[in-house]
């Protein structure tokens, strides 16, 4: 990617999912080393697993899971896609470093901090938008497939699955994984490198 020219990527992620949280921070830094913007995007991981036989505990989270997603696609509906980080942010925090296993309780605290109206809760038990929040998990499943979760990235016209990292790195180490994913996935006809995971995500 060239130094002189800034990028445009977009990130899928779900409020509820640890390793797209890890991911969206390691972003961060990513934007701060390198000529990249990212545009964010809800998707739902409870849309993703509809129909499919599940473990009793994944199952259970995938049944509380629609709320955070459809909260997050509800205030981009109505107050534009500038507010989706800072709320993603503010509900991740809550939920991932924070702690928060009521989901409930994370998007209250996520409004507030993010300076969002308090109401906008109400849409975590309604459908109301599920078409909109449907669209957006399609569109990065139409990029990488069925068989992945979040986060999704797409940057020039690259599109992948992760990169699953944890802790999540920081300045020019950000940067250089950046640059690898971006070329390891460019490749034409590469679809995977995977090693098992020996440690949890790293929120500190």
């Known amino acids: 990617m060239s130094d002189e020219q800034r990028h445009t990527a977009e990130f899928w992620f779900d409020p509820l999912c640890p390793w797209a949280w890890m991911t969206s921070r390691w972003m961060g830094e990513v934007e701060q080393v390198r000529p990249v913007d990212v545009t964010w995007h809800p998707f ?3 849309v993703l697993n509809e129909g499919r036989e599940l473990p009793p505990q994944y199952r259970e989270l995938m049944d509380r899971g629609w709320g955070p997603a459809r909260v997050v696609t509800a205030a981009r509906e109505l107050h534009g896609q500038e507010v989706v980080k800072p709320l993603y942010d503010a509900i991740g925090t809550a939920i ?3 702690g928060v ?3 409930d309780e994370a998007i209250a605290k996520g409004l507030e901090k993010a300076g969002l109206p308090a109401d906008l809760a109400k849409f975590a038990a309604t459908d109301e938008y599920d078409p909109q ?3 957006s998990t399609q569109k990065a499943l139409d990029l990488v497939g069925d068989d992945v979760g979040t986060p999704v990235i797409s940057v020039d016209g690259v599109s992948f699955f992760g990169p699953v990292v944890t ?3 920081k300045g020019e180490a950000a940067g250089k994984l ?3 994913t971006v070329l390891v996935a460019g490749t034409p006809g590469f679809f ?3 090693r098992s995971r020996t440690a949890g995500p790293q929120f500190d």
């Open 44 to 46: 739902s991981l409870a």
């Open 96 to 98: 991932h470093p924070g």
């Open 101 to 103: 296993e009521d989901f």
């Open 133 to 135: 929040m449907r669209a």
């Open 167 to 169: 802790p999540a790195p």
């Open 178 to 180: 950046w640059d690898g």
């Open 192 to 194: 995977e490198i995977k």
